[in-house]
């Protein structure tokens, strides 16, 4: 079993950036992708990065890729998102996941959707761009 805890929302101008940790313990990080999703008001939660820290894949969901970097260091047990020219539509709650053997993610039309379920999640943190 992992817990994980993910920290570093805020409010932010448009254009702005921020960085979110996720700081996982109780299990041997490398066994274990690490997931951002994000769920904004009035809309299903999505997933939008995922590393696999046993190979160091990276994914990413349309709507960030070439602005969110997703990283891992795995001395410190913790998964990074870089964010970069945040836009008001990047406002949500973000939330970190874990699963073994994988990402399992299936994109479709710009989009991840679970083949499997995410067993481990942390407590979200809010991130808030104003125009």
């Known amino acids: 079993e992992v817990q994980l805890q993910a920290s570093g929302g805020g409010f932010v101008q448009s254009g702005g950036s921020l960085r979110l940790s996720c700081a996982a313990s109780?299990?041997?990080?490398?066994?274990?992708?690490i997931a951002w999703y994000r769920q904004a008001p009035g809309k299903e939660r999505e997933g939008i990065s995922c590393?696999?820290?046993?190979?160091?894949?990276?994914m990413y969901a349309d709507s960030v890729k070439g602005r969110f970097t997703i990283s891992s260091d795995t001395s410190k047990n913790t998964v990074y998102l870089q964010m970069t020219d945040l836009k008001p539509d990047d406002t949500a709650i973000y939330y970190c996941?874990?699963?073994?053997?994988?990402?399992?993610?299936?994109?479709?039309?710009?989009?991840?959707?679970?083949?499997?379920?995410?067993?481990?999640w942390g407590r979200g943190t809010l991130v808030t761009v104003s125009s």
């Open positions: 996941a874990a699963r073994p053997d994988g990402c399992g993610w299936v994109y479709w039309r710009g989009r991840f959707y679970d083949a499997d379920p995410y067993p481990y």
């Open positions: 109780g299990s041997t990080f490398d066994d274990y992708a």
């Open positions: 590393i696999e820290n046993d190979d160091g894949n990276r």
